[in-house]
């Protein structure tokens, strides 16, 4: 029931499409939903993050969409280019326990 | 602005040995964790801390020793290095419970 299920394991799209990542869980408990983008031979690095209260949230080219009934969300990159090609983990915590349990994680090409 | 920083970045050592990883942060966060990252599992939380002097386990913590004794300071211990710990690891710190922030991580090989 902790277990974040994060899909696909790996992405290649054109550059200007727009790649799609998708998580899953389980426990209603959690409340917080972030997505951290990582380069090789670099930490996870916060993207964007969001709440059960809302269902989508925009920051720049990056947006998350939210399904609570389904218990899923998805972050979506629009216009992506080649820059953007790096792993993405989405993450789940609750209140009160600030332990995220992480997806295992996208490997995301955009070819130029 | 030096953040999250963490030392060495690169260790190779033997089976048996104990190796100490350094986590040193500048924002006086209070929360502070420790991830180990696998291919095919993602990112694993070892211990984290609240505040100083209080750590609490994660989901991996087996073979693991952590101490807190400065807000700044968050040490993991290797006691016995294996090498199913051969891993890269990552610390991270928080203001608030949400939103953490990671460190560049330390790359260990156990021979």
């Known amino acids: 029931q902790q277990q974040v299920k994060q899909s696909p394991q790996s992405l290649i799209v054109q550059k200007g499409g727009i790649p799609i990542i998708n998580c899953a869980y389980e426990n209603t408990a959690f409340d917080y939903f972030p997505w951290y983008q990582q380069f090789p031979g670099k930490g996870p690095a916060l993207l964007i993050a969001i709440r059960p209260d809302v269902s989508e949230k925009k920051e720049g080219r990056f947006t998350i969409s939210f399904n609570k009934s389904a218990k899923q969300f998805s972050l979506h990159i629009m216009d992506s280019q080649p820059g953007d090609s790096a792993t993405y983990f989405c993450?789940?915590?609750?209140?009160?326990?600030?332990?995220?349990?992480f997806g295992t994680g996208t490997r995301l090409k955009v070819l130029a | 602005d030096a953040g999250i920083t963490q030392s060495p970045r690169y260790k190779i050592t033997e089976t048996g040995r104990q190796v100490t990883l350094m986590c040193h942060q500048t924002w006086s966060h209070s929360y502070m964790f420790w991830y180990r990252q696998d291919l095919g599992h993602g990112l694993r939380l070892i211990y984290y801390?609240?505040?100083?002097?209080?750590?609490d386990k994660g989901e991996v913590p087996d073979g693991y020793v952590v101490s807190r004794s400065k807000t700044e300071n968050f040490p993991l211990t290797l006691e016995s290095a294996t090498r199913s710990q051969t891993s890269v690891y990552f610390c991270?710190?928080?203001?608030?419970?949400?939103?953490?922030?990671f460190g560049p991580g330390t790359r260990l090989t156990v021979t």
């Open positions: 993450a789940a915590s609750s209140s009160g326990t600030y332990k995220y349990i």
């Open positions: 991270a710190s928080s203001h608030q419970i949400y939103e953490q922030y």
């Open positions: 801390s609240a505040a100083a002097d209080i750590t």
